[in-house]
Nanobody, 127 residues
């Protein structure tokens, strides 16, 4: 069974930083493509960034560029989303997702490309 479990969501102040974790079980992340998405209250699910750890590509949405980065911990079979300079509009449920393959040159920033999803973790940015 393939599972993804996010953690690390919390209340953060504007301008602060936060690290989210996504732990995988049942498969090895460094052979897959992993992405982070978020969904704000009343909003659509938004793609943030992805990394194809086998093919070597990455892709960042404009909302993530310069503030969000993604890294992998192969020892713990986890990926992390580091967020800086947080804004109130970053308030959302954050999800990691994974797929074993994609047809594009760069990893996709569309939710239908990803087969496995975590349950989400809540991030609230407020003073």
């Amino acid at each position: 069974q393939f599972l993804l479990v996010e953690s690390g969501g919390n209340l953060a102040h504007p301008g602060g930083s936060l690290r989210l974790s996504c732990a995988a079980s049942g498969f090895t992340l460094d052979f897959w493509t992993v992405a982070w998405f978020r969904q704000a209250p009343g909003g659509n699910r938004e793609a943030l960034l992805c990394e194809d750890y086998r093919g070597g590509s990455s892709n960042y949405a404009d909302s993530a560029k310069g503030r969000f980065t993604m890294s992998i911990d192969t020892l713990n079979n986890s990926v992390y989303l580091d967020m800086e300079f947080l804004k109130p509009e970053d308030t959302a449920v954050y999800y990691c997702a994974a797929t074993s393959t994609h047809p594009s040159t760069r990893c996709p920033l569309v939710d239908h490309a990803y087969s496995y999803w975590g349950q989400g973790t809540q991030v609230t940015v407020s003073s």
